[in-house]
């Protein structure tokens, strides 16, 4: 069955701590995506990749990192730089065969602060 | 500067009646808009889309109507069922999507 697989569900985080969350997706979609969500608020995109070894910046990029070595894995570093890092955080990915190829997401990394 | 805005947070409507959520943008640029379904801890999921070439789009009890001079589309549930109580998400896609900040859909019995 096909999806995308976010862990861990929940994650805990120290002051100073950078922690990683993990997407996999088996679509075979090109593109990947990492977006987060605050109370309230609609999904802002961090970071996105279209192409294996290469990703682009999104709206709120500073205090992450992403790396893209496999086409079905994305994950998302939150470093010590990121000073307010508690949200939901979401993984999408979509094909980019067409342009219109709604995004297909994750269950989501709850993150919060200890 | 939002591009896409949903200015209800919240509606609540009758079980078997007519939910009606609205969505209005600012960028002429958007060519294709779609709607998204999201229930608690988990993540958005699709369910319809419109290109800025046509005016409506139907799936089932779904439909999405684009109005492009006024900017501004909505999304038409009905019959609405317990099911569908959730956030709904409006997207706007150009050159990389853009989403609304959400609406929370309550059917009540």
């Known amino acids: 069955d096909g999806g995308i697989t976010q862990s861990p569900k929940y994650l805990f985080r120290k002051e100073g701590q950078n922690v990683t969350l993990s997407c996999e997706q088996n679509?075979?979609?090109?593109?990947m995506y990492w977006y987060r969500q605050d109370p309230g608020q609609g999904l802002r995109l961090i970071y996105y990749?279209?192409?294996?070894?290469?990703?682009q910046k999104g709206d709120i990029a500073e205090g992450y990192s992403v790396s893209r070595e496999k086409k079905e894995s994305f994950p998302l570093t939150v470093t010590s730089a990121q000073k307010n890092p508690t949200a939901f955080y979401l993984c999408?990915?979509?094909?980019?065969?067409?342009?219109?190829?709604?995004?297909?997401f994750g269950d989501g990394t709850r993150l919060s602060i200890l | 500067d939002q591009q896409v805005k949903q200015n209800s947070p919240s509606l609540s409507v009758q079980e078997g009646r007519i939910s009606i959520l609205n969505c209005d943008y600012t960028?002429?640029?958007?060519?294709?808009f779609l709607w998204y379904k999201k229930y608690p801890a988990e993540g958005p999921t699709f369910l319809i889309s419109?290109?800025?070439?046509?005016d409506k789009n139907e799936d089932g009890r779904f439909t999405v109507f684009l109005n492009k001079s006024a900017k501004h589309l909505s999304l038409h549930i009905v019959p609405s069922q317990p099911g569908d109580s959730a956030v709904y998400f409006c997207?706007?896609?150009?050159?990389?999507?853009?989403f609304g900040k959400g609406t929370r859909l309550h059917i009540l019995p």
């Open positions: 419109i290109s800025s070439i046509k």
């Open positions: 999408a990915s979509s094909d980019l065969d067409s342009q219109y190829q709604p995004q297909h």
């Open positions: 997207a706007a896609s150009g050159d990389k999507i853009i």
């Open positions: 990749s279209q192409i294996v070894n290469d990703f």
């Open positions: 960028n002429s640029m958007f060519d294709y």
């Open positions: 679509l075979n979609h090109d593109a």
